[in-house]
């Protein structure tokens, strides 16, 4: 059980397109997701939480206008890096918090993001 | 303000050479302590939650277990499948989770 999955896995991309992740709840309702960012060997950054049904609260420093966050249903929530540039080349990772056990969130796979 | 610290950085073992990992943590209201376990390129796989003072969870090799300042994750006669970066992490009143740089575990066969 508390399955997470992102798609795409990987992607990449042309400098000042749009790209969109997903990010779903494979087997339980998550009232609350996360966006996190990591950098090579250092350790997870988180950039917001997603609430089902209501705006995302976003960290300091991170751009609200750049890293769009939609949580539409408890079992998906969407980040779209919109005008992407290369410094926004990550890995991006997203978890979920089973309403269940209400404190422990579960990660998905994450997503390799590469902007040229 | 709330705050997580792991120790080693890295740790080298040979097969089957036990140790421990070591989460100290500073957090107003603990409601939750978390480990992870992360493998290079993937997202972290939830290991333990534990949430007060005395508690004990066990999986396979792994023992984690928790006191008012740190937590350890015992790991008795590593593989070299166990090798991996351990994360922890914290949620305290202000609702946020904390996490600690991680240790990375490098098992020799």
């Known amino acids: 059980g508390a399955v997470v999955s992102q798609h795409p896995s990987w992607v990449i991309c042309k400098s000042g397109t749009s790209v969109k992740i997903e990010c779903r709840s494979l087997?339980?309702?998550?009232?609350?997701m996360f966006w996190y960012r990591q950098f090579p060997k250092q350790s997870l950054m988180l950039m917001a939480t997603s609430n089902e049904g209501s705006k995302a609260t976003y960290e300091q420093g991170v751009e609200k206008d750049k890293f769009l966050i939609n949580h539409a249903s408890l079992t998906l929530s969407t980040l779209t890096v919109t005008s992407a540039h290369p410094e926004d080349s990550s890995f991006y990772i997203c978890?979920?918090?089973?309403?269940?056990?209400?404190?422990?969130?579960?990660f998905g796979p994450g997503t390799r993001l590469l902007v040229l | 303000e709330d705050q997580v610290t792991q120790s080693p950085e890295a740790l080298r073992l040979q097969e089957g050479e036990s140790s421990s990992l070591n989460c100290s943590y500073t957090v107003s209201g603990l409601r939750g302590l978390f480990w992870y376990r992360q493998d290079p390129g993937k997202g972290p796989e939830f290991l333990f939650t534990l949430y007060s003072a005395g508690e004990e969870k066990e999986k396979e090799r792994l023992k984690a277990t928790l006191t008012k300042k740190e937590s350890f994750l015992h790991i008795t006669a590593p593989k070299p499948e166990d090798s991996a970066t351990y994360l922890c992490?914290?949620?305290?009143?202000?609702?946020?989770?904390?996490f600690g740089t991680g240790t990375r575990l490098k098992v020799l066969a």
């Open positions: 087997d339980f309702q998550a009232t609350t």
């Open positions: 992490a914290v949620r305290g009143g202000t609702y946020k989770y904390i």
């Open positions: 978890s979920a918090r089973d309403r269940r056990t209400e404190e422990t969130q579960y």
